[in-house]
């Protein structure tokens, strides 16, 4: 599948984004664990946490789907997963395979987590040292890549983990891991990343402690079942909040989007670009503050981002990648390994696309440099890649030509139904099939 858009375009309107995909995949998780039936509303009903719910579902735990984001999972308990028949499928969920091989290490049956192509290239080894260091077994494929063999029937013990990189999957993987350990296991991370898995934890009834920076829990303890209302994913809304920021006359009202503090950096940057943002409507739902966010056209300006900031924006930098095309004069990027080994190497991908619409860059080591320019006309790969497509989707509104971006079809991974919200918030975006 493959975007073709027409240049130039206004962004106004209102709309919901869909829910987020991080508190997506978590809510099945730990309700499938917990004790008792969990109702979850908001739900992404994207491929990425479809994938997860087939997974639970493939180690026997009854998940119910209503329509509309409502799901409703029949918890059955810390030990009451069933070994599947056959290996796990997680699709393009990065998240997922990371998160749930923390999960099975404790389990006393084996498992094994595949995924499709994009998924079977990503490196592992970043959560397989932790569990191992736990007492996990673990066989991997070269390089430490998946299908990711993970054999049970290992008693866990817990660790304080110094994480090498600001990572919340890595976090995530160790902390889930912690819950079947024996005695306390923590970590401590060289940066905040996003918290969603502590705060989820407690909401489901389990202690979890954060004193001057490390995190930990305690083995053996119960998760009891909730209701969760998942708000809008702000790793989604990036594109239309930097759609409105850089395309004249635009006034956009996104609803109900998570505003977790670990996940800001998007705003925080794009406001430093002086773009017009407000929130309004700020409350909290489950745990969680959400808000309606409203962006208004405002021309922006190249700058340093804070370091501070990378981790809290992890997900959006491709969206921000274009911004930082559209404004005026240089935008400098550092401290963004982790955005080389996400579903494509981001950093190289961006630039490729950059390049081919006539921006100026430089890649670095750990970021890139980019200088504010005309954007024109031209194909771009995206490396299946669902942000990549997304982003260079919005370049089209300050684009001085016609815009085609190759291999869509991952955009349903995190955000089906893209194309028609883009459309009908004034991009000029049709949809068509790829020639074999």
Excluded: W
Excluded at 327 to 356: C, H, N, P, W, Y
């Amino acid at each position: 599948m493959e975007f073709r858009l027409l240049p130039g375009g206004t962004v106004t309107g209102e709309a919901r984004v869909p829910g987020d995909k991080s508190m997506s995949h978590r809510s099945i998780m730990l309700g499938a664990l917990a004790e008792g039936t969990t109702r979850v509303t908001g739900f992404l009903e994207g491929e990425d946490a479809l994938a997860t719910l087939g997974a639970f579902r493939a180690m026997g735990v009854e998940i119910e789907r209503h329509g509309a984001g409502e799901v409703v999972v029949h918890g059955v308990g810390l030990h009451g997963l069933k070994p599947p028949s056959q290996a796990l499928d997680l699709g393009n969920a990065g998240t997922g395979m990371r998160l749930m091989a923390g999960l099975l290490a404790g389990q006393p049956f084996d498992a094994e987590l595949t995924g499709d192509a994009s998924l079977c290239s990503r490196p592992m080894g970043r959560v397989i040292t932790p569990l191992e260091s736990m007492g996990a077994k673990i066989d991997a494929s070269e390089g430490g890549r998946p299908p990711l063999r993970i054999h049970g029937g290992r008693q866990l013990q817990g660790i304080h983990y110094d994480l090498p990189m600001a990572s919340a999957q890595v976090k995530s993987c160790v902390l889930l891991a912690g819950l079947y350990a024996q005695g306390r296991t923590s970590v401590t991370e060289p940066a905040p990343t996003r918290d969603h898995t502590e705060r989820m934890l407690r909401g489901f009834g389990y202690q979890v402690s954060n004193h001057d920076g490390v995190i930990g829990l305690e083995g053996g303890g119960r998760l009891l079942a909730c209701n969760i209302d998942v708000p809008g994913d702000i790793s989604s809304a990036a594109f239309f909040l930097v759609a409105a920021s850089i395309a004249p006359g635009s006034d956009l009202l996104l609803n109900h989007v998570g505003i977790n503090p670990t996940r800001i950096g998007v705003l925080n940057i794009l406001r430093e670009m002086g773009a017009d943002i407000t929130l309004k409507n700020q409350r909290e739902v489950g745990g969680e503050p959400v808000a309606d966010i409203r962006v208004r056209y405002a021309p922006l300006h190249g700058i340093e981002i804070p370091e501070d900031q990378v981790p809290l924006a992890i997900d959006e930098f491709p969206a921000l990648f274009i911004a930082a095309a559209c404004a005026e004069g240089r935008t400098v990027l550092r401290g963004a390994e982790e955005l080389r080994v996400k579903e494509s190497d981001r950093i190289a991908a961006m630039a490729e696309g950059l390049t081919t619409l006539g921006i100026a860059n430089e890649i670095l080591p750990d970021g890139i440099i980019i200088d504010g320019g005309t954007l024109g006309g031209g194909e771009i790969r995206t490396f299946m890649d669902h942000r990549i497509a997304m982003a260079f989707a919005i370049a089209a509104l300050r684009a001085q030509g016609e815009i085609l971006v190759h291999d869509c079809d991952h955009v349903a991974t995190s955000f089906p139904g893209f194309d028609a919200l883009a459309r009908g918030l004034g991009l000029q975006i049709s949809v068509q099939r790829e020639e074999a």
